[in-house]
T-cell receptor, first 114, second 113 residues
């Protein structure tokens, strides 16, 4: 099976712009989670989608949003970008979303905000 | 605040030696997982240990879990240069039936040839 894919891999934006990141989970996986990784804050949970519904959300401002499509692909959107949004954004998928399920991570999208 | 905290933050050893990393967490867990991340890349799942398990092996990896001390350790035996990476422990928080993985800050492991 193909792994989790994320596009684009690298992105450069300027402050105030918005950005959309895409994640394609492993075939058959219905749960997609998003994480932000920065040197200062480490890996932080953004949100999780399961069967097109957001069922868990981390402590991020409303500028961060996401959605999941019927084919389980997910997008994450960040509006009004700030310098502090520069980070590696990781997407992870799981089969059912139960605690016993392993999360498989994609390679990440490196976002740089200038 | 982070649920999991790794110790040490950085570790440098010679190839062939064993590497031990520790993780402490704060709340009750269902399971604890260890991940590896090569520089700036995605995370690779290494091993999951359930709360009712005390030890688990996978190849050169050995993970222990002590729920009474809320701690876990990852041992990599006979280290290789390719083991150079950051290692993270992650614990699950169940919020309204949904799982959220909470990661520690990680241990940066360097294997010197």
């Amino acid at each position: 099976k193909a792994g989790v894919t994320q596009t684009p891999r690298y992105l450069i934006k300027t402050r105030g712009q918005q950005v959309t990141l895409s994640c394609s989970p492993i075939s058959g996986h219905r749960s997609v989670s998003w994480y932000q990784q920065t040197p200062g804050q480490g890996l932080q949970f953004l949100f999780e989608y399961f069967s097109e519904t957001q069922r868990n959300k981390g402590n991020f401002p409303g500028r961060f949003s996401g959605r999941q499509f019927s084919n389980s692909r997910s997008e994450m959107n960040v509006s009004t970008l700030e310098l502090g949004d520069s980070a590696l954004y990781l997407c992870a998928s799981r089969y059912t979303g139960t605690p016993e399920d392993t999360q498989y991570f994609g390679p990440g999208t490196r976002l740089t905000v200038l | 605040s982070q649920q999991g905290e790794e110790d040490p933050q950085a570790l440098s050893i010679q190839e062939g030696e064993n590497a031990t990393m520790n993780c402490s967490y704060k709340t009750s867990i269902n399971n604890l997982q260890w991940y590896r991340q090569n520089s700036g890349r995605g995370l690779v799942h290494l091993i999951l240990i359930r709360s009712n398990e005390r030890e688990k092996h996978s190849g050169r990896l050995r993970v222990t879990l002590d729920t009474s001390k809320k701690s876990s350790s990852l041992l990599i035996t006979a280290s290789r240069a390719a083991d150079t990476a950051s290692y993270f422990c992650a614990t699950d928080l169940i919020i309204q039936g949904a799982q959220k993985l909470v990661f520690g800050q990680g241990t940066r492991l360097t294997i010197n040839p």
